[in-house]
């Protein structure tokens, strides 16, 4: 079975630090997904990661990928209060995105 | 451009008393659709997918159902809520198989 861990589950920084959130997950997978969710709101897409050594940025976020270690990374690069949402990431099982699995979500909180 | 509808939006329900949530997509066509379900300050637990009209896989065993009536319409059912039934409903779709998951802004049930 597929599962996807992410730490830290509660990440709480100051403005213009830096920080990393990390997804492992247990099985061979084509893709991973970083997704970002507002407090009662829906999820919006950041980032999919298609192949190993993938880095993708956006913004003050730079994701990547090492399909070998089973990790991906979202770096954060001088935290904004803007920033502050819980963070999710997902694997593809395979080839086929109807067996997705996310992690539990990392929930970020910048203050200033 | 493609949108994605969810409603109701908000849905407090009696234990024992039937569900019917609503989702549409616009600007595409024949997506893959799918529901997931949000408990309070967890991760996203897929309950359902559809690749077509009348085709649903179900992901976990429970009292909830899905259907696909029309290719850009997904319903998720039940004939009798649980407590345990109480989250943040999200529909999302994607453009065939290993392609990023759009998600509709969601639907809070409270069973109470």
């Known amino acids: 079975e597929l599962k996807v861990e992410q730490n830290p589950l509660f990440l709480s920084m100051q403005e213009g630090k830096n920080y990393t959130i990390y997804c492992n997950y247990s099985t061979t997978s084509d893709r991973l997904y970083w997704y970002r969710q507002d407090p009662g709101k829906s999820l919006e897409s950041l980032f999919v990661l298609l192949s190993n050594g993938a880095v993708k940025q956006e913004g003050r976020l730079m994701a990547s990928l090492d399909t070998k270690a089973r990790l991906s990374t979202l770096h954060i690069t001088a935290a904004v209060h803007d920033l502050s949402a819980t963070y999710f990431c997902?694997?593809?099982?395979?080839?086929?995105?109807?067996?997705?699995?996310f992690g539990a979500g990392t929930r970020l909180t910048v203050k200033p | 451009s493609q949108t994605i509808h969810q409603w109701p939006a908000t849905l407090v329900q009696p234990v024992g008393s039937p569900l019917s949530l609503e989702c549409t997509v616009e600007g595409t066509s024949n997506p893959n659709l799918y529901w997931y379900r949000q408990a309070a300050g967890r991760g996203l637990q897929l309950l359902f997918y559809?690749?077509?009209?009348?085709?649903i896989s179900s992901e976990v065993p429970q009292n909830l159902s899905a259907s696909r009536p029309q290719d850009r319409q997904f319903i998720l059912s039940s004939k009798k809520l649980l407590l345990s039934d109480s989250g943040f409903y999200l529909c999302?779709?994607?453009?065939?198989?290993?392609?990023?998951?759009?998600f509709g802004p969601g639907t809070r049930l409270t069973v109470l």
């Open positions: 997902a694997v593809e099982r395979g080839s086929n995105n109807n067996d997705m699995r």
């Open positions: 559809s690749v077509g009209i009348g085709q």
């Open positions: 999302a779709w994607s453009v065939g198989s290993g392609r990023t998951q759009y």
